[in-house]
């Protein structure tokens, strides 16, 4: 099993930024797909940003040019550096891994408050 721990996350003024961290177990952390999703009340769990183990990324509209998503395997950890912060990115957000060797299997972190104050 994969267990992911997210940290980084708090109160900020809108235009602000925060850098949001994951760490992950398992030894194959370098192969895993990394996934940034959030949910807002009221709204459905998006997909933020996700980077595979190529170090391809892909974001939502949404966010795209205000975040970035990043790993480094040697401490088995992906980032969120979130920029130009907007009280819109308010949200629980989650940390998300699919494995290795056929990716079938989601393992979640049990998420963290990101509060963009106006």
């Known amino acids: 099993q994969v267990q992911l721990e997210e940290s980084g996350g708090g109160l900020v003024q809108a235009g602000g930024s925060l850098r949001l961290s994951c760490a992950a177990s398992?030894?194959?952390?370098?192969?895993?797909?990394m996934n940034w999703y959030r949910q807002a009340p009221g709204k459905q769990r998006e997909l933020v940003a996700g980077?595979?183990?190529?170090?391809?990324?892909n974001y939502a509209a949404s966010v795209k040019g205000r975040f970035t998503i990043s790993r480094d395997n040697a401490k088995n950890t992906v980032y969120l550096q979130m920029n130009s912060l907007k009280p819109e990115d308010t949200a629980d957000y989650l940390c998300?891994?699919?494995?290795?060797?056929?990716?079938?299997?989601?393992?979640w972190g049990k998420g963290i408050l990101v509060t963009v104050s106006s």
């Open positions: 998300n891994t699919r494995t290795p060797p056929h990716y079938e299997m989601d393992y």
């Open positions: 398992g030894r194959l952390f370098s192969l895993y797909i």
């Open positions: 980077i595979t183990s190529s170090g391809n990324t």
